[in-house]
């Protein structure tokens, strides 16, 4: 490893890609074609694990991104589930339960918010 602060190795930046996309530590390691025990190694330092933090960050944040780009058709979905007469009771009642909670999350969130402009603000 480079030390904390430099920048990464082409292997380095390479095995962040594989702990993204691979189920396990040794699996990435293979993929990259460094050892599992190097690649411990490199998950010990300070500046590899910042830097796997962020990438860890940022793939969640796309994640987000999509999630929220069909979030529309999730609540329409929902509609269409509850205005539909001929659907079964059980899932009419689940769609309902999942519309309220997210509801009352929504505002939960907001008032959350703006609580804490408020004392940002101070």
């Given at each position: 490893?480079?030390?904390?602060?430099?920048?990464?190795?082409?292997?380095?930046?390479?095995?962040?890609?594989?702990?993204?996309?691979?189920?396990?530590?040794?699996?990435?390691?293979?993929?990259?074609?460094?050892?599992?025990?190097?690649?411990?190694?490199?998950?010990?330092?300070?500046?590899?694990?910042?830097s796997?933090?962020?990438?860890?960050?940022?793939?969640?944040?796309q994640?987000?991104?999509?999630?929220?780009s069909?979030?529309?058709?999730?609540?329409?979905?929902?509609?269409?589930?509850?205005?539909?007469?001929?659907?079964?009771?059980p899932?009419?009642?689940?769609?309902?339960?999942?519309?309220?909670?997210?509801a009352?999350?929504?505002?939960?969130?907001?008032?959350l918010?703006?609580?804490?402009r408020?004392?940002?603000?101070?």
């Amino acid at each position: 490893m480079n030390g904390h602060g430099e920048k990464l190795s082409r292997k380095e930046e390479q095995a962040l890609a594989a702990l993204l996309t691979n189920p396990t530590i040794g699996e990435a390691a293979k993929v990259v074609g460094v050892s599992e025990s190097t690649l411990w190694r490199w998950l010990k330092d300070e500046g590899f694990q910042s830097s796997y933090r962020d990438a860890r960050r940022e793939a969640v944040s796309q994640a987000v991104a999509r999630l929220q780009s069909i979030a529309t058709e999730a609540v329409d979905a929902l509609r269409g589930v509850i205005s539909d007469t001929a659907a079964p009771a059980p899932a009419r009642v689940s769609a309902a339960k999942i519309i309220l909670e997210m509801a009352v999350k929504a505002v939960e969130v907001e008032d959350l918010e703006m609580r804490l402009r408020k004392l940002e603000a101070k």
